[in-house]
């Protein structure tokens, strides 16, 4: 474990090293090169900015206006019916905003595993659930809004299924290894 | 079903608020959240710049093919539509390295450079192509390895042990993974029939 976190620490200042070190011997004008491809991150910038703002608005209104919580208690007997222990429940809220947005997800984590506690079982479910998916839904839309994609296909399908694996398999694996 | 999606947070949101008797979050709501779109784009510029900088020195000095005819064979099999040493093979290994070492910010200038790329050689502008799909089903099931920001949350709220969620997360991840690849491999392979 802590090779990986060494890894981690090291991934960046070494990348940064390396490339223009490796690039300056290969004869690359490193620094015009490097002005030249970060002209491209602001153009990036500017081309997501709208869908960044749509996306948003319509998660914040939603989030803050706590439907989080009906819709969580509507899903609940779902949860019952899937084989879930209704303590389960507790959870909900977090598996739907997982994909949505991803400081929100993290409020919603940090707020159970403080509730809880963090070895408690919502606590870990949390944590895992947390660290096992990404926010499908933002993702979807900000990389395909970048480069001017419309039509989706069965892009958000697949994206919501893995999350859906994702739940379910966290629930079981959680359960399987602490208790 | 985005605009589906979309349209029904809204609608949602603004109900609920008007059955709490808290219209006036909407207002707020929308406001904050907006602004908070336009610093998040200016954020994610100064990241994207450098990245997407760097990422110009290694295409240059030749390191993004190389990565690509390294890694590539890896992950070509999920790629069959992409040339062997496409470009965006190479961000693409980038960008999901950068993901499963837990280092978001690099993750996505990575990932939008990809898309990029993999625009290039759509043959359909506005509609998604398969290997973009492919791309993000990996990338938002991707494995992180050290998922440091809740390991830091359980930390402070003083869990006994705070890695013991690393286990359960990698196979949670993985069979996320696994399920979205078999998947996208079956819908194209039955669509081309």
Not at chain 1, 155 to 173: F, M, Q, R, T
Not at chain 2, 59 to 79: D, S, T, W
Not at chain 2, 168 to 193: E, P, Q
Request: one cysteine or more.
């Amino acid at each position: 474990m802590r090779i990986i976190a060494e890894i981690s620490r090291w991934a960046i200042p070494l990348l940064l090293l390396l490339i223009p070190v490796l690039a300056y011997l290969r004869n690359v004008p490193v620094y015009e090169s490097f002005v030249a491809g970060a002209e491209e991150g602001f153009k990036t910038g500017v081309r997501i900015l709208p869908f960044l703002i749509g996306m948003l608005v319509s998660i914040g209104v939603f989030v803050d206006s706590g439907a989080l919580d009906i819709v969580s208690h509507w899903l609940q007997p779902l949860f019952g019916f899937l084989g879930f222990d209704s303590n389960f429940a507790a959870i909900i809220p977090l598996a739907i905003m997982r994909p949505l947005s991803g400081s929100g997800a993290l409020g919603v984590a940090t707020q159970l595993i403080n509730q809880y506690g963090p070895d408690s079982f919502i606590g870990r479910l949390a944590s895992t659930l947390q660290g096992s998916t990404d926010t499908t839904f933002f993702v979807l839309t900000v990389y395909f809004g970048s480069v001017g994609i419309k039509k989706y296909r069965y892009a958000l399908k697949l994206g919501l299924l893995a999350d859906l694996i994702g739940l379910i398999v966290s629930v079981w694996i959680v359960s399987k290894t602490f208790y | 079903m985005v605009n589906l999606i979309w349209l029904l947070m809204l609608v949602t949101g603004i109900i609920v608020s008007a059955l709490n008797g808290h219209i006036e979050n909407v207002t707020v709501s929308a406001m904050k959240a907006a602004e908070l779109g336009v610093e998040v784009a200016i954020e994610l510029i100064g990241v994207m710049s450098l990245w997407l900088g760097l990422m110009r020195l290694a295409e240059e000095a030749g390191f993004v093919k190389g990565i690509a005819r390294l890694f590539g064979p890896a992950i070509r099999h999920l790629f069959p539509s992409l040339k062997p040493d496409s470009p965006a093979l190479g961000a693409i290994i980038m960008n999901l390295s950068a993901n499963i070492l837990g280092l978001g910010n690099a993750a996505t200038p990575f990932g939008l450079k990809a898309m990029q790329e993999l625009q290039k050689e759509n043959p359909t502008p506005d509609v998604a192509s398969p290997a973009m799909i492919t791309f993000l089903a990996l990338n938002t099931s991707c494995i992180t390895l050290i998922p440091a920001t809740i390991i830091g949350v359980r930390l402070k709220a003083n869990s006994a042990n705070p890695t013991e969620i690393i286990g359960t997360t990698i196979v949670a991840t993985g069979c996320a993974m696994s399920v979205a690849i078999i998947v996208d491999y079956l819908i194209r392979h039955r669509r081309k029939k």
